[in-house]
């Protein structure tokens, strides 16, 4: 079935640990984003990335590294996490007809 | 960057009554304007989009309208019903990249 994998679904993470979430799509499309979710503040850009090789900052990165090695994987990477980094994060392939989200990851950082 | 405010943050509804969420934008040259239904447990699945060049569109009982010129943008539902229960996000961008989402609306359509 084409769409988005994301995994883990979730995860319990002690603050200062390092942690990737993968995201994989098999849609062959070129723009793919990550978004964090917390209430009342809706989906935020975390980093997007317009084609492989390439990566570029949204509106909260700070804490969060991305890499495109290829263009069906576009992994998440928290260098050293912390409390406020707990949240639900989305990873999106930019189609023709829109935006595909995948499932969600909820993370917490203990 | 833009700015996506969005009204109101819940809204409560009869069977078979209207609902109506409001969305406002910053940036004059967005001209991609999609709405998201999200449901318990799952991502955001795109339900309609509107570009600059349209004022209104509709898909059965949904529409979106849009006001370039105030920079508001909003979502209607017709007739609803107990599964048009959900959080919805309106985002906004320039062509369509990087989409810049409302804080979310939780509809509950009460039977």
């Known amino acids: 079935i084409a769409g988005i994998t994301q995994a883990p679904t979730s995860q319990i993470l002690a603050a200062g640990r390092r942690m990737t979430l993968r995201c994989t799509q098999d849609m062959r499309h070129n723009a793919m984003y990550w978004y964090r979710q917390d209430l009342g503040l809706g989906l935020r850009l975390i980093h997007y990335s317009n084609t492989a090789g390439t990566t570029g900052k949204g509106e909260v990165p700070d804490g969060y590294s991305v890499s495109r090695a290829n263009t069906d994987d576009f992994p998440l990477t928290l260098a050293s996490a912390v409390p406020s980094q707990t949240s639900v994060y989305f990873c999106?392939?930019?189609?023709?007809?829109?935006?595909?989200f995948g499932s969600g990851t909820r993370l917490t950082v203990v | 960057g833009e700015n996506v405010e969005q009204h109101p943050s819940t809204l409560s509804v009869q069977e078979g009554d209207s609902a109506v969420i409001k969305c406002t934008y910053s940036d004059s040259a967005s001209n991609y304007f999609p709405w998201y239904k999200q449901e318990l447990g799952k991502g955001p699945q795109l339900i309609i989009d509107?570009?600059?060049?349209?004022g209104e569109k509709k898909d059965q009982r949904i529409a979106v309208t849009l006001n370039k010129t105030a920079k508001h943008f909003s979502l209607h539902i017709t007739e609803t019903q107990p599964e048009d229960s959900a959080v919805y996000f309106c985002a906004a961008s320039i062509g369509d990249y990087k989409l810049s989402f409302g804080a979310g609306t939780t509809v509950t359509v009460r039977a």
């Open positions: 999106a392939v930019q189609g023709p007809y829109g935006y595909t």
């Open positions: 509107i570009r600059s060049n349209v």
